[in-house]
């Protein structure tokens, strides 16, 4: 079949299409936004672990590789996290190993000649590498359907989508597998599967952790950090990983506002209760509106499209049938775009970056949803969305991809929904500020409102 033909690529032609119009139509408004258990329990040894993992992946496909470890040597108990196993999506260099980023073409790649460099600092810190995680291809999509290394399950049921990019990581956390694994996040990479497995994630501050030895998507957006499903362990992990220490926050000061608007429509009915508890609990009677959502999340899409089709330039001309078909299709689309696509969503992105600088300096903290539905069905090709059938994969980023171009930090957060499929929310700050989500999600955790549960059969 000749490419151009393909229904995939011209669905994906169609759209970008569409967001570059609206991208290329954009004009500043002339008003200015409104204002406004204990889960780090350790196995008693890394073997026993080691036999857990090689049983239970199956079922899970969460892992790419598990790595014959043990703690002898590695457990220095005055490190922070002194013996305690992780795992990396496989995107993160791991010395010795071809890092793939999920996708075949790369698993004869040249070997990494050292780890990443947070995962040498987290080594550093006493934790053990036990193994890498499965992602979409080149963190090219919001499911971890993996063409070549399958579909990671979500643990609390194994027919629903786990999330993506970094689906992987966040099925082994909530499963119980690992404390805590790294992901990584470009439009909502770790939030997603996060807010689906039931477990926390953080997106910090983009530039704050160091992407040395990171497979890149979109420099602008591209973030790495961890899953857990203590906040404690999140915090840790988070100053060892940006080699900062966060101070401690009075949230009696802060101004909380929940997002409307955009974040307040298409809402699954229990999550639009879980919200209202929150901003309750919190004092958050406020609602902003982020300034110019849709069209953010448009210039996410098209920034995302162009600049991952560039970075896959050769690959695309010299191998197009070595790549997962869907991921292909969207590479393609965005290397059909006029260069003058990307000239408007960096015009849109200068206005948005100065109209969220003005929105930080009447709030502190937002709350969002995280997520509009539950986890889809593994088999579900849609959800509805704004009245109509829309594709589930492409769409359970609606919440998290306007916000990729404010730079700021953003914590998912579980709602405590124990028995039930999970649902979660993102708590968001001005950039570098991590400390005031932290503050946030701990006085939510302690009123009962938020907090990781384990599915049934998984591992505590």
Known sequence: MDPSTRPGLQQNLELLGGYAAALAAFAPPARAPAEAGDDADLPVAVPELLA?????????????????????????????????PFAVKDLFDVRGLPTTAGAAMRVDAPPAARDARVVRRLKRAGAVLVGTTNMDEFAYGF?????????????????????????????????????????SDTNGSIRVPAALCGIYGLRSTHGQVPLDGVFPFVEALDVAGPFTRSLDVLQTVHEVMADAALAPVDLRFLRIARLGGWFDANLDPELRAGLEAIGAALG???????????????????????????????????????????????LLAGQRQPAQALLDVQRFAAWFGQAMARLWSTVDVLIAPAVPCVAPRIDQATIEIDGAQVSARANLGLFT????????????????????????????????????????????????????????????
Request: charged fraction near 15%.
């Open 284 to 330: 958050a009677g406020a609602t902003v509106e982020l300034p110019q959502a849709r069209t953010s999340r448009m210039a996410a899409f098209v920034m995302t499209a162009i600049e991952g089709a560039y970075l896959h330039r050769q690959a695309l001309q010299a191998q197009p049938d070595a790549f997962d078909p869907a991921v292909r299709d969207r």
């Open 401 to 460: 991809q306007p916000l990729g171009l404010a730079g700021c930090p953003v914590l998912a957060a579980p709602l405590w929904r124990p028995g039930q499929l999970p649902l979660g929310v993102q708590l968001i700050a001005a950039p570098g500020r991590e400390d005031r989500l932290f503050a946030v999600a701990r006085a939510l955790e302690a009123s009962g409102l938020t907090g990781a549960h384990a599915p049934a059969g998984a591992q505590r």
């Open 143 to 183: 499911a971890t359907v993996n063409a070549h290394f399958g579909t990671t399950r979500n643990p609390h049921d194994l027919d629903r989508l786990a999330g993506g990019s970094s689906g992987g990581s966040a099925a082994a956390v909530a499963a119980g597998l690992v404390p805590f694994a790294l992901g």
């Open 52 to 84: 857990t993992l090689r049983a239970r992946n199956p079922a899970l496909a969460a892992f790419t590789r598990i790595f014959d470890v043990g703690l002898t040597g590695h457990a220095v108990t005055d490190t922070p996290l002194a013996g305690m």
